[in-house]
């Protein structure tokens, strides 16, 4: 494992963690430990109970999992390790049961023998019965589901020596208090106790008192200062549509040289192959590659021989160089002291630089407290769209020809040119295109339209807010990236899809997002059949699919946006005042699209309840 940290983080291999472990996280790319982990590892595995202050993304699973991990690996070789489970996660959710199940076991891919059950609510019994019957090491459950099986007596807990409870506040949010107190309390005192949690309210404290004996309390502080000088953005963005996003920012974004920071070493390679095969010059620099090659690599980015450098944060520290105009956090850092630095990459020598962050669902929260830490909103970004990508790459083209025109000798090729007109009686304009096609040796100039599909669908349904996706409509970034249209360009529809008008447009406050959430629930479309909007003063053209069923028909003649009903009909153009438009007063009435659900009244339910 290579020793390099960040100046005050030590190395894994110092946490005091077994060899199995180490190595496990050795070969899954990861350098340096995160704060949380260094903070409360070493506590951890010397059987202390710990209070940790941290939320998703810190890196707070494995945390927990190697220290449990490293005291398995030595019950087992002490012949200690029994059939029955030894730890128990509790987790507020399904998802996060599932997620810390399958990090637990990634965690203990080098120890023979560990088993991982995750067991929650909302799933049939059956398999979950067969698992607890084969007998697993590790269990990771929902409070709810966790109880029943107590008390149906498919779970022993006696023999639990590591209990951990993963995001507390929420489990007690979600109304598990009862279940969480009767779990600590009918398992063995000498447990350790691990406690996580994002918020200390005065029921966890209480709990941390109840249950934990002389715990270590962890937080990991941010400090705070970012340079007035960098912009700051952030995408939405599913994880495997990071790359296409990345391409098509550095496509349509002037940009000088950027850092792109990843989480693992392997990252960085996977990365910069990515961008390579995409036509940019860029390097992979990690903590394995030496010190003296990690020099050259940042000599080759000052001196401009590499654009990008894919980077982890071990081994970008210290890095200055003046062309870094761009710094993407592709990854989200695990901590706010990470991003502070990180972004000072660029912005250099009084410069101004831009920083833009990709968050995936999970990593709303981390958002916010990067937010909270700098002081600083970070403003959201929506990705190019298609039609962005391609009118950066005509105006590159055509940057290039005009380059060529004004600084090569070019007599010799126009002779070629206008001897293969005179002899083979075709229009110069054709030779020209055939020619821009060997440049592109069978490759397209443009982007295909479909490619907008994709990425949108891959960047919509997020929102800033802890809401669940489908409590919305699709959101008004996601939607911009249906095909803008040139201005007074006609609207015309793919194959199968026609164009339709709509009642309601830009002077009523609309915005795609709108047309499509209402649209796609009220006729039941999915987003992918709702294909370009173009939003004009009184009125807007949709493309929907060419046949719509009396039932759609139906339901969205009686569909409003802001209010308006949007008096759907076929589009015959030319595309004038909408005929029945009247000056929306939707700007007073704002509030409850049709898209929207109605705020439930009454007690809050938990979204998760297991049971
Ligand atoms: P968590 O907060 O446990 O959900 O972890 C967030 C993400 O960070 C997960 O994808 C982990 O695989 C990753 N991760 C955790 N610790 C490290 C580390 N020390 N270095 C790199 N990645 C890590």
Redesign the pocket.
Known sequence: MTETTQPDLPPFSALGLSPHVLGT?EK???????PI?AETIPHLVAGRDVVGLAQ???????AFALPALTHMAEDHAAGDLGPLPNTLVLAPTRELAI?VAE?FSSYSAQLEGISVLPIYGGAPYGPQLQGLRRGANVIVGTPGRVIDHMSKGSLDLSEVKHLILDEADEMLRMGFAEEVDKILAQTPDNKQVALFSATMPKAIRRISEDYLNDPVEVSVKAKTTTSANIRQRFVFIKHHAKPEALVRILETEPHDAAIVFV??RSATEEVANKLTARGFRATAINGDIPQNLREKTVESLKDGRIDLLVATDVAARGLDVERISHVFNYDIP?DTESYVHRIGRTGRAGRSGEAILFVTP?ERRMLRSIEKATRQPVEQMNLPTVADVNASRLDRFSERITQTLATEDLEDYRDLVTSYVAEHNTPAEDVAAALVAVVHDGRPLLLDEKAEDELARAAQNFDREDRTARDRGPRDGAARERAPRAKGAPAVAGPGNAMYKIAVGRQAGVAPGHIVGAIANEAGLSARQIGSIDIRPTHSLVELPETLTKDQWAALSKTRIGGELIRLERDSGPHGTFSGGRKSDAGKRRTGFDNDRPAKKGPKKPRWRDR
Do not use: D, N, V, W
Not at 28 to 34: C, D, K, L, N, Q
């Open positions: 996280i899954m790319g990861y350098e340096t430990p995160s982990q998703t993304g810190t890196g707070k699973t494995a997620q990090a989480r693992t695990l999970r």
